[in-house]
């Protein structure tokens, strides 16, 4: 089977699901809901929480959506993914909630990087000045002297160690809200660019950019963990 028949498959399959699982919430099946409600609610707590400025107010938005997705499975017509029109009902009752608030997060954090005037290190995650500019027939990919340095084989085939693994989620959680928000649905719940896109209501250029500044910081937060330790 081709690469391209693999991915049929799996969207096929994936889409097999959706249908089954809407069927069994359509026809009132309360299992399937609490499993569902189990297994969505905490990633759409820390995703609410990007978009409101407590952790109660965050539970008032999971919440809030569960009871939105209840009043309108009937006329959900299935033209996303169930778990992304889930998730888009989560960011407009976040937004909402977020105004009524007065604590809607700007987009802020997709200003140009900055560095630290005090260390000299980007706070941005890397230094734009590694990269290639506009004019380079590779416009955005790593130039000779800033291309990453491969760091230092771990032990048990190179596995990530625990420890830099507590940098990683440390760094993660210390991005600013909508990166955070971006980086976790694309590499922790595997939605698609488009998913999140239509989940969170921005562009697709918005949401490379925080992606990249996200990914960025990571890569960062990592390289100088593995540069400080000893060889």
């Known amino acids: 089977m081709s690469e391209g028949q693999a991915t049929g498959a799996?969207?096929?399959?994936?889409?097999?699901?959706?249908?089954?699982?809407?069927?069994?919430?359509?026809?009132?099946?309360?299992?399937?809901?609490?499993?569902?409600?189990?297994?969505?609610?905490?990633?759409?707590?820390?995703?609410?929480?990007?978009?409101?400025?407590?952790?109660?107010?965050?539970?008032d938005v999971v919440q809030d959506t569960w009871l939105g997705v209840v009043r309108g499975l009937a006329d959900f017509e299935q033209r996303s993914t169930l778990r992304t029109w889930v998730l888009s009902i989560l960011a407009n009752r976040a937004r909402t909630r977020a105004t009524r608030d007065r604590r809607?997060?700007?987009?802020?954090?997709?200003?140009?990087?900055?560095?630290?005037?005090?260390?000299?290190?980007?706070?941005?995650?890397?230094?734009?000045?590694?990269?290639?500019?506009?004019?380079?027939?590779?416009?955005?990919?790593?130039?000779?002297?800033?291309?990453?340095?491969?760091?230092?084989?771990?032990?048990?085939?190179?596995?990530?160690?625990r420890e830099a693994l507590e940098v990683l989620d440390a760094a993660l959680a210390a991005l600013p809200p909508r990166q955070q928000t971006v980086v976790r649905l694309r590499d922790v719940h595997d939605l698609t660019s488009q998913e999140v896109c239509e989940a969170l209501d921005i562009s697709a250029e918005n949401q490379r950019v925080l992606l990249?500044?996200?990914?960025?910081?990571?890569?960062?937060?990592?390289?100088?963990?593995?540069?400080?330790?000893?060889?």
């Open 10 to 59: 799996s969207r096929t399959a994936s889409a097999s699901g959706d249908a089954a699982l809407l069927a069994a919430l359509r026809a009132g099946d309360e299992a399937a809901f609490a499993e569902l409600v189990a297994a969505w609610s905490p990633s759409m707590l820390r995703i609410a929480r990007s978009f409101v400025g407590t952790w109660q107010a965050a539970e």
């Open 104 to 161: 809607l997060v700007l987009w802020s954090d997709l200003a140009p990087p900055e560095a630290d005037g005090d260390t000299g290190r980007w706070v941005d995650g890397v230094d734009p000045a590694r990269f290639r500019g506009p004019d380079d027939p590779y416009p955005g990919h790593w130039t000779t002297a800033g291309e990453p340095v491969a760091w230092r084989e771990q032990p048990e085939t190179s596995a990530i160690s």
């Open 212 to 231: 990249h500044r996200g990914r960025s910081r990571l890569r960062a937060a990592l390289e100088l963990h593995y540069q400080a330790e000893p060889a």
